[in-house]
């Protein structure tokens, strides 16, 4: 399964443009949105990201910068996983949105895929204040072994890390046109661009 990761769209139009050559070249199976797809708005920007990726199959969490409403729009379409699971292939991703990661109980799944905008603490997570990820979700991560997380948030922490048997991806801010092509099959393979 090829998976085009994308967060931290903040409305911008490099990354509507960038989600739009991405969808035609690297012809995913999936598009992981990790969250921060507006800044603060509009709704109508979530509807546009909506039909920039034509007939991919669509997971979304809410970011910090993305409002209530957008979270709606993403229900309504049918892509948010916020505080969800859903099987793709014979993968089960959770989602979770927001900053910072919501409480959630998640039991032992094979094959967990984690969405989060948020990364774990310590895991591509680097900024000016320092590590800013979330202690939570380490904890979450040390107990459930995913065998993949893919967050956002921290802009300039753009990275892929193996630990634990878990690939941590953050795939770096889209409106800065940053993604990640994360091929998941036999073992993870992932391009940063």
């Given at each position: 399964?090829?998976?085009?990761?994308?967060?931290?769209?903040?409305?911008?139009?490099?990354?509507?443009?960038?989600?739009?050559?991405?969808?035609?070249r690297d012809r995913p199976d999936l598009l992981v949105l990790a969250g921060d797809i507006t800044q603060f708005g509009p709704e109508s920007y979530v509807r546009a990201v909506l039909d920039a990726r034509g007939d991919v199959e669509t997971l979304a969490v809410p970011g910090n910068c993305d409002p209530s409403s957008i979270e709606?729009?993403?229900?309504?379409?049918?892509?948010?996983?916020?505080?969800?699971?859903?099987?793709?292939?014979?993968?089960?991703?959770?989602?979770?949105?927001?900053?910072?990661?919501?409480?959630?109980?998640i039991p032992d799944i094979p094959d967990?895929?984690?969405?989060?905008?948020?990364?774990?603490?310590g895991y591509n997570d680097l900024s000016v204040r320092g590590h800013s990820g979330?202690?939570?979700?380490?904890?979450?991560?040390?107990?459930?072994?995913?065998?993949?997380?893919?967050?956002?948030?921290?802009?300039?922490?753009?990275?892929?890390?193996?630990?634990?048997?878990?690939?941590?991806?953050?795939?770096g801010a889209a409106m800065d046109r940053h993604y990640a092509v994360i091929e998941v099959g036999e073992g993870i393979r992932v391009e940063l661009r």
């Open positions: 399964m090829k998976i085009l990761a994308m967060s931290d769209l903040h409305s911008s139009e490099n990354a509507l443009t960038l989600l739009k050559e991405r969808v035609q709606s729009v993403m229900v309504e379409a049918g892509v948010s996983i916020h505080q969800q699971f859903r099987p793709v292939e014979k993968y089960t991703f959770v989602g979770l949105g927001g900053s910072p990661p919501p409480l959630m109980e967990l895929i984690i969405v989060s905008h948020v990364p774990p603490k979330s202690e939570r979700l380490l904890n979450m991560v040390k107990r459930l072994h995913p065998i993949l997380v893919i967050s956002g948030h921290i802009h300039e922490s753009q990275g892929a890390k193996k630990d634990m048997g878990t690939l941590f991806v953050n795939p």
